[in-house]
């Protein structure tokens, strides 16, 4: 097989797996918008803020520490212990859960009834606040994440394909874990929706939350579970990323990337989120590879978003989304 | 009620501003935002020795000097914000710690008369004092990073870069362009091939360009990054198992940020140095005893002595000196913007003045003059070791090719001046 050929199969994989990535973020945007119609903005921060909480947790940084020894003229900065890794997970994702409440409480309870940009605004609020306060409480130096994941280039991948084409194809480790966890929870929160009580009560304020309201669901329940569980899938694109460039406030930026995939993968549809992701991850790897040499090269982040555009103008809702027809 | 609450903000803007004797010289930083981790040390850096010569010499020549701070998030359009805000209490100079914010304000201190001071970044020609009167970049510029890289390499390789490969993985913004031109010249006088290779902001996803690197094999990568991009770029680079030791990054890709999230894959790595890092310098000790130990200190602590840090210590002692000379040729010590520039213009530090000021052997000696704002432009190359987490300097000061550089620092300056209709000086 010629080289050319083989750089361009090895570049495919990558944007694969650069698209599994993206799908991760663009996941919790998808939870949100599909039980709330609105469009989480904070997305990304909570992606950030968990990463900052798991590290602070794990390396046992005294929170608001600058702030403690400010006031008290301490010198307070870890409380001494390490914690192992799966047990700091589980203390974040309990810390997201606590959030989505304290959310739900002091944000979307008092805009019930409000129109979808009103909450959207309100989640721009929460983007800025949530980030200030991930700064005040754990600092803004960056952090290296790490919970054991591996990284580097998969030697049995390499050995393989050079076995079969002469040609050893690089692949991260950690891209093959990301891919993993992506299947396991996109199947997790497929089974979650289908098949358990929560979940229907989730599809039913989703389809109409004034019918699920009359038939007794809790809408305040319902906010408080689907942020809860996008809180989650924001610690897991925080664990993926934060290992890949350490935790640092730029993290919030991977909201960037999931753009283009809901736009393509439409805004309700979990598998849409996947393949949007796929479908943007090779498509812009691809287009640098062939294209990017001619112009210049850097044509990866605007290049998704034209993809994305295309798309839009074919089939609006995206990919998997509903289409919604009003008859007036 | 109306009259309590104007009278608390009246007396709230009193107490910010700084009194009318002292020495204002803003701090234009970036404590929050997506580059945050660089611009804070920096910005403590800059602060503490400021308050290490108020606590400890009462300021300067009898002057308190006061830092205003004002957060730019490293975003343009809010440090010209910044510079409109603080020019008013007085402002000596300005180090905006951004090219991008630079651009804006060459032209606006042409007109306010107000000095610029951008060690190590900004625009390159303004080191052409003959057309930049009012801006200053010693000791080194982007292009003096690029040309000590290449001379570090011909050592590296016995005098000939001949036939070699030599890729630039870059910021996709003006920073990350600048050294651009100056390695194509560069390439043509020593015959390497130059391949460049631009990373879009911020720069978490650069699988594209290792890839590129790994099929293509380049026997140099040099790295003009910023940010997050720069971790990842390392990571990326160990990642692909490439050398690390011919991996080598410009000062803003050398600091601790960039190589620790990448843990001992890191290891190797090499980046440019304009000054000396740690704490083992005498300067320290006095540190300690008046600004951090009397708790005075801008940060929390923990960046004390890192790279960015030692860079912020560095422009501050660039700009207290400057500000001694202008005292001195002012014959007063309440100084204003202009008597500035005519400090920072005859500015001159010798190492002795150097181990003096508690630094020995930290940065290279220079004299500024109405033509030269742009100093020697020697850097040393550094190593990051990765068990002992710290860089080791592997290189004396390494002086850049004047002879590529001034022609191009002339083109690009008078094409300046013929834009901005600027007649030279210094003639």
Request: glycine share 10%; aromatic share 10%; hydrophobic share 50%.
């Amino acid at each position: 097989m010629p080289e050319q050929l083989l750089y361009a199969m090895e570049v495919t994989v990558n944007g694969l797996m650069a698209g599994v990535m993206y799908s991760l973020v663009a996941l919790g945007f998808v939870l949100i918008f599909k039980a709330s119609g609105v469009f989480n903005y904070a997305q990304g921060v909570l992606a950030l803020f968990a990463a900052l909480t798991l590290v602070g947790l794990k390396n046992g940084q005294v929170p608001f520490a600058h702030v403690i020894n400010a006031i008290l003229g301490t010198d307070l900065h870890t409380f001494g212990w390490k914690l192992p890794a799966l047990l700091a997970i589980l203390l974040t994702a309990g810390v997201m859960v606590l959030l989505a409440v304290i959310i739900e409480r002091l944000v979307l309870k008092h805009l019930v009834s409000q129109a979808p940009i009103i909450l959207f605004m309100a989640t721009i609020g929460l983007a800025y606040f949530l980030e200030g306060l991930g700064d005040v409480m754990w600092g803004a130096d960056i952090k290296k994440l790490d919970v054991g994941l591996p990284q580097g280039i998969s030697d049995s991948i390499e050995r393989v394909t050079d076995r079969w084409f002469g040609y050893g194809f690089f692949i991260d480790n950690l891209d093959l874990v990301a891919t993993l966890v992506a299947v396991a929870l996109v199947a997790s929160l497929t089974i979650f929706s289908q098949y358990s009580k929560q979940g229907r009560a989730l599809r039913a304020v989703a389809d109409d939350h004034q019918a699920a309201l009359s038939v007794g669901i809790s809408l305040r329940f319902i906010w408080v579970l689907v942020w809860s569980i996008a809180g989650f899938v924001a610690l897991v694109a925080g664990i993926m990323w934060g290992t890949k460039s350490g935790v640092q406030f730029s993290l919030s930026l991977i909201a960037l990337k999931a753009l283009p995939v809901l736009m393509l993968g439409g805004f309700t549809s979990i598998p849409g989120a996947i393949v949007g992701g796929l479908i943007i991850g090779v498509g812009e790897k691809l287009f640098e590879f062939s294209v990017g040499p001619l112009v210049g090269g850097a044509t990866e982040n605007w290049f998704a978003y034209v993809l994305a555009l295309i798309f839009l103008v074919f089939r609006p809702q995206g990919l998997f989304g509903e289409k919604i027809i009003e008859r007036v | 009620m109306k009259t309590k609450f104007v009278s608390l903000v009246v007396a709230g803007m009193c107490a910010a501003a700084p009194a009318m004797a002292d020495l204002v010289i803003p701090n234009l930083s970036y404590r929050t935002g997506a580059y945050a981790p660089g611009g804070i040390p920096y910005a403590d850096g800059f602060n503490d020795y400021f308050a290490l010569l108020n606590a400890r010499d009462g300021g300067i020549g009898g002057e308190k000097v006061s830092v205003p701070e004002c957060e730019t998030a490293y975003n343009t359009e809010k440090g010209v914000e910044c510079y409109e805000a603080t020019k008013g209490l007085g402002s000596l100079v300005y180090n905006p710690l951004s090219t991008g914010i630079t651009y804006q304000l060459i032209p606006k201190a042409l007109v306010d008369r107000i000095p610029l001071y951008t060690p190590g970044y900004g625009r390159t020609s303004a080191a052409n004092g003959k057309v930049f009167e009012w801006v200053f970049n010693y000791p080194a510029n982007y292009w003096d990073g690029a040309s000590v890289a290449i001379k570090y390499l011909l050592d590296e390789n016995g005098g000939s870069l001949q036939g070699k490969k030599i890729a630039l993985i870059y910021h996709n913004s003006a920073y990350g362009k600048e050294p651009i031109r100056t390695l194509q010249d560069l390439a043509v006088k020593h015959g390497f091939q130059f391949v460049e290779m631009p990373v879009d902001h911020p720069g978490q996803e650069q699988k594209s360009q290792w890839l590129q690197i790994r099929r293509d094999k380049p026997d140099y990568v040099l790295m003009w990054g910023w940010g997050v991009m720069n971790a990842v770029a390392v990571q990326e680079a160990a990642n692909i198992n490439y050398p690390m030791e011919n991996f080598i990054g410009v000062w803003w890709s050398g600091s601790e940020n960039d190589v620790i999230p990448a843990g001992a894959g890191a290891d190797g790595y090499k980046s440019l140095a304009m000054h000396g890092t740690g704490m083992d310098y005498p300067l320290y000790a006095d540190l300690k005893q008046y600004v951090y130990d009397a708790g005075n200190a801008s940060g929390n602590g923990d960046q004390v002595g890192s790279v960015l840090y030692s860079r912020g210590v560095y422009a501050a002692v660039v700009i207290a000196e400057a500000v001694r000379k202008a005292q001195e040729l002012a014959g007063t010590s309440a100084i204003n913007a202009v008597q500035m520039r005519d400090g920072l213009e005859a500015l001159e530090i010798t190492e002795e003045r150097m181990e003096e000021l508690g630094l020995p052997n930290f940065g290279q000696p220079f004299a500024a003059s109405c033509v030269d704002h742009g100093g020697p432009g020697a850097a040393m190359l550094q190593q990051w070791d990765a068990t002992a987490k710290k860089w080791n300097l592997i290189s004396g000061f390494i002086a850049p090719d004047q002879d590529v550089l001034e022609p191009l620092i002339v083109a690009d300056s008078e094409a300046f001046a013929a834009e901005a209709g600027i007649t030279q000086r210094c003639n």
